[in-house]
């Protein structure tokens, strides 16, 4: 199953267009474009995130980003490790949220 949608992403500058959600295998992909924040080294980012069954009941979460840069311009390392922590922040927030509330899953 795939939607598509254009929305501009809450608190940012940038557009987010969902590009795939296949509930039946827990996948979502979504790119981020046409933004201000960062947009002498981004031109897009695509999401891709997977959810998979462990054998202990729970989940492993794999988030994937393919950034394109514009023109020569490179990613550099701190933008990386910004980002990866930027991630881990939202995934441990969206986490502690669904474990005070397991009601409305």
């Not at 959600?21 to 960062?38: C, E, K, P, Q, R």
């Not at 999401?47 to 394109?68: D, F, T």
């Not at 990386?80 to 669904?98: D, G, P, V």
Request: aromatic content about 10%.
């Amino acid at each position: 199953m795939s939607f598509r949608k254009w929305f501009v992403v809450i608190g940012t500058t940038w557009k987010q267009k969902i590009d795939a959600i296949d509930t039946s295998n827990l996948l979502v992909s979504y790119t981020l474009f046409d933004g201000d924040a960062s947009s002498d080294i981004m031109d897009t980012a695509t999401h891709h995130i997977k959810c998979i069954s462990s054998a202990n009941g729970g989940s492993v979460y794999k988030h994937m980003c393919l950034i394109k840069c514009k023109g020569d311009a490179k990613v550099t390392n701190d933008f990386i490790n910004l980002s990866k922590e930027s991630l881990k922040n939202t995934f441990k927030a969206l986490e502690s949220y669904a474990i005070d509330h397991p009601e409305i899953y």
